[in-house]
Nanobody, 124 residues
Framework: QVQLVESGGGLVQAGGSLRLSCAASGIIFSISEMGWYRQAPGAQRDLVARISRGGSTVYADSVKGRFTISRDNARNLVNLQMNSLKPEDTAVYYC??????????????????WGQGTQVTVSS
């Protein structure tokens, strides 16, 4: 099984910054994409940003120019630097990865894994 542990959420005033981090652990052969999604109350879970193993990035239009995603392949880490935060960025942020890993003694290819989520609250 692959475990994703997020950290770095919290409460910040509008215009402030937060940095989210996520570490993947387990018997992992490789991780293709890593990313961050968010879900506000009553809304669906939406992509915030994702990054390929080679460093190609995709951002939601609403965060372009404000958020930066990065990863450390050697340590199976993904970070999200969030600047110029707005109240509408308030949500639970979830780390996601697509990985080849051992699960209960069996190699499982290209499975999606999710973290438990971390709350980000931006006050106006």
């Amino acid at each position: 099984q692959v475990q994703l542990v997020e950290s770095g959420g919290g409460l910040v005033q509008a215009g402030g910054s937060l940095r989210l981090s996520c570490a993947a652990s387990g018997i992992i052969f490789s991780i293709s994409e890593m990313g961050w999604y968010r879900q506000a109350p009553g809304a669906q879970r939406d992509l915030v940003a994702r990054i390929s193993r080679g460093g190609s990035t995709v951002y939601a239009d609403s965060v372009k120019g404000r958020f930066t995603i990065s990863r450390d392949n050697a340590r199976n880490l993904v970070n999200l630097q969030m600047n110029s935060l707005k109240p509408e960025d308030t949500a639970v942020y979830y780390c996601n990865c697509n990985a080849d890993a051992y699960v209960d003694g069996v190699r499982v290819y290209a499975r999606n894994y999710w973290g438990q989520g971390t709350q980000v609250t931006v006050s106006s």
